[in-house]
């Protein structure tokens, strides 16, 4: 398996454009986390979803941020307006029981 | 509020040196506690603790869990410049489906 995949590994944008965050999880995994991983705030939990319905979606900080998995295979995380302060890497993480696997993250720098 | 506190925040040690990382813990329903190392890229994990006491080792590497203290350790022994990394810990403490809190995490860096 190739494991959790995200695309793009690196988005710059400008304030207010819309952002879409891309994730494919392990297959077979009925888990699904979006984080966001900053210096200040270190690893924070976005949203996760488990067979492909929102969970608990606390985390997301603002009506800015959306999130979906139509498929077993495949999630976004919207952003929209993004903000400067939107810049972070971001984590797609999937899992089946306990352990989390993690994607490789997506840079987002937002001028 | 659930939050987990990681310390200390970042470390500089010498190859050969013993560390001993901490996490400690306040949530409304533990379940479980987990380590992750992360290098460049993202997390990988290394440990799941769920009862007290009971070391788990990992080569070099070893954790346990003191659930009436609310905490966790993470020594590595003879550290190696390929430890260096973020070190983070993680709980859960719902009843239902996993959601874990993560730790700020501690930057180890080891000097050769």
């Known amino acids: 398996d190739a494991g959790v995949i995200q695309s793009p590994r690196h988005e710059v944008t400008e304030m207010g454009q819309e952002v879409t965050l891309r994730c494919k999880p392990i297959?077979?995994?009925?888990?699904l986390f979006w984080y966001r991983q900053t210096m200040m705030r270190g690893l924070e939990l976005l949203i996760y979803?488990?067979?492909?319905?929102?969970?608990?979606d606390s985390g997301m900080p603002e009506d800015r941020f959306s999130a979906k998995m139509p498929n077993a295979s495949f999630s976004t995380l919207k952003i929209q307006p993004s903000e400067p302060r939107d810049s972070a890497v971001y984590f797609c993480?999937?899992?089946?029981?306990?352990?989390?696997?993690f994607g490789p993250g997506t840079r987002l720098t937002v001028t | 509020e659930d939050k987990v506190v990681q310390s200390p925040l970042s470390l500089v040690v010498h190859e050969g040196d013993t560390v001993t990382l901490n996490c400690s813990y306040e949530?409304?329903?533990?379940?479980?506690l987990l380590w992750y190392k992360q290098e460049k890229k993202a997390p990988t994990f290394l440990f799941m603790l769920?009862?007290?006491?009971i070391e788990k080792k990992s080569g070099r590497l070893s954790s346990i869990l003191d659930k009436k203290e609310l905490f966790s350790i993470l020594n590595i022994t003879a550290t190696q410049t390929g430890d260096s990394a973020i070190y983070l810990c993680?709980?859960?403490?719902?009843?239902?489906?996993?959601?874990?809190?993560f730790g700020t995490g501690t930057r180890l860096k080891v000097l050769a």
């Open positions: 979803f488990n067979n492909n319905v929102p969970i608990d």
């Open positions: 297959s077979g995994h009925n888990s």
């Open positions: 949530v409304t329903n533990f379940r479980s």
């Open positions: 993480a999937s899992s089946y029981l306990v352990e989390q696997y």
């Open positions: 769920t009862s007290s006491g």
């Open positions: 993680a709980v859960d403490s719902t009843s239902g489906t996993y959601k874990y809190i």
